[in-house]
């Protein structure tokens, strides 16, 4: 009988280790590997500036949800090129929210040879899954700033979180293009008329991005793909454009020159 | 904290409430399993208690919390019924979030135990999980706010697992606790068989987890 509990005290702290010890879906326990991943690719980004890159181009993909085979498609495909800068990922990483759908991402968006920047979605909202981003990815409220533009991620969700609006002051002020950049563009998951925002969020949105002169927003979540300007017999000509999600198989090129963007859907 | 104290004292309370009991021979044999008394050369039947649990177990991991503790029902040969609830908060697994989950969990004698020696016994078992998880968003109908169907509920989840246990008899007289059992059990969740299902990506050795607990059985 001694035996036997030795040999299985022996097992349980040899296995203890390893993954196949699993507490709770739900678990907020982020490894010391996965912390900060968005920090660790602006890092990376920093490191690829130069001044004379400009024009450049980057990669948008958008509602990776647990399409793992499509991302990691996909990823195969960017690896093969190496045109373009970095890469965003506008929101809906997940599909629940649960530890081990954060953990299936972060493992493969580590074999990108490009950094990778990612946006919080509404789906990575669901359970604990805001914790969970807060500690893999950091906070989702962030601006940087890559050959003379700025790039400012926006945490627009506010189901998942019991809020009543977004942080638009943060918006506001990040908006604000402080040091003559060439552009200022802003990433956020949800686009403006979707119904989670109320008609006032709508309209304040579209105000703060007229009012600071923004003319290109992107966003994710409606999966199909669009270029359109919704308010301009209202306010503006603020142009939003929603990208399709990976399960389609595309992905889609930013080129950004110095007084225009222009975006391309590449197939595979 | 408190939640953790509850769990404990529920546990305490749990492993001593039959063996207090045997000390009364009359309350011993009303509870046991031959349920008539002879009194005055009268056979009196009666039913027994079902209150009472049959079997209380500690479990480590498996899904459901660091740490769990339950009790349950052995329903004929086969079959056995246990309600758990476990905990996992930043002292117990580490999760910065606490977590509170309660399980019904249905485990199924597979086959005879083989016998090992004369006390010792090993019985394959497989089952169901059902897990409610109380935590930030968790819910089963979506708040008034969201349109119908907008997510699918993220509150249960049914969890199957294959396993086994290795149950040791005590043939010590006087006392209900007439085994003890240690059970491991290899288990998923129905949201990570979907993705592995779905995604080449997802191996089965990516969705497995492994429970380790100790029941104790009166009967």
């Known amino acids: 009988m001694k035996k036997l509990f030795t040999f299985i005290l022996i097992i349980l702290l040899h296995i203890s280790c390893s993954d196949i010890i699993e507490y709770s879906p739900y678990q907020v326990k982020v490894n010391q590997s996965q912390i900060y991943l968005n920090q660790e690719n602006l890092i990376r980004i920093q490191n690829l500036e130069s001044t004379d890159l400009n024009p450049f181009k980057i990669v948008l993909i958008s509602d990776t949800h647990t399409e793992y085979d499509d991302l990691n498609h996909i990823i195969i495909e960017l690896n093969k090129r190496d045109d373009y800068d970095f890469i965003i990922n506008i929101g809906d990483i997940t599909e629940s929210g649960l530890y081990k ?34 500690e893999m990815f950091g906070n989702p409220n962030f601006t940087f700033e890559y050959n003379n533009c700025k790039f400012i991620i926006f945490n627009d969700i506010i189901w998942g979180e019991d809020l009543e609006n977004p942080d638009f002051e943060w918006f506001n002020t990040s908006l604000h293009n402080d040091k003559q950049f060439n552009h200022v563009i802003p990433f956020s998951h949800i686009p403006p008329w979707d119904g989670q925002f109320s008609y006032a969020n709508e309209m304040t949105f579209n105000y703060i991005l007229d009012n600071n002169n923004i003319t290109y927003s992107f ?25 399709e999600n990976i399960k389609k198989r595309t ?13 391309e859907k590449v197939n595979i | ?33 031959s349920d008539t008394l002879l009194i005055n050369s009268e056979k009196i039947v009666i039913p027994r208690r079902v209150i009472i649990p049959d079997h209380n177990r500690l479990q480590f991991a498996g899904a459901i919390g660091c740490i769990s503790a339950g009790f349950g ?37 597979l086959f005879h135990p083989f016998k090992i020696n004369n006390n010792l016994s090993f019985i394959p078992t497989a089952g169901i999980s059902i897990n409610w998880g109380f935590t930030n968003n968790t819910f089963n109908s979506l708040p008034s706010h969201y349109p119908d169907s907008y997510y699918f509920q993220n509150k249960i989840h049914a969890a199957p697992f294959i396993g086994g246990k290795i149950r040791y008899d005590l043939n010590i007289k006087n006392c209900y606790k007439r085994a003890i059992e240690l059970y491991f059990e290899l288990g998923s969740l129905d949201a990570y068989i979907i993705e592995c299902v779905r995604n080449d990506y997802v191996g089965i050795n990516d969705i497995m987890n492994l429970a380790i607990g100790i029941s104790i059985y009166f009967e």
């Open chain 1, 219 to 243: 966003h994710g979540h409606d999966h199909h793909f669009s270029v359109r300007q919704p308010y301009k017999d209202i306010l503006g000509n603020v142009v939003y454009t929603t990208i």
């Open chain 2, 73 to 109: 029902y052995n329903i004929g040969k086969r079959y056995e019924i246990t309600f758990m609830l476990g905990l996992e908060n930043d002292f117990f697994g580490g999760s910065k979030e606490s977590i509170v989950t309660t399980s019904i969990k249905n485990t199924f004698n």
């Open chain 1, 251 to 263: 992905y889609f090129l930013l080129t950004i020159e110095k007084d225009n963007i222009k975006i």
């Open chain 1, 101 to 134: 759908e954060y953990k299936w991402y972060s493992d493969i968006i580590k074999t990108l040879n490009k950094p990778i920047i990612t946006v919080i979605g509404n789906h990575d909202c669901r359970s604990n899954g805001k914790y969970i981003y807060d």
């Open chain 2, 1 to 33: 904290m408190r939640l953790f104290k509850i769990i404990i004292c529920l546990c305490i309370c749990l492993l001593i409430n039959k063996q207090s009991y045997s000390q009364n021979k009359v309350i011993a044999s009303y509870l046991s399993k």
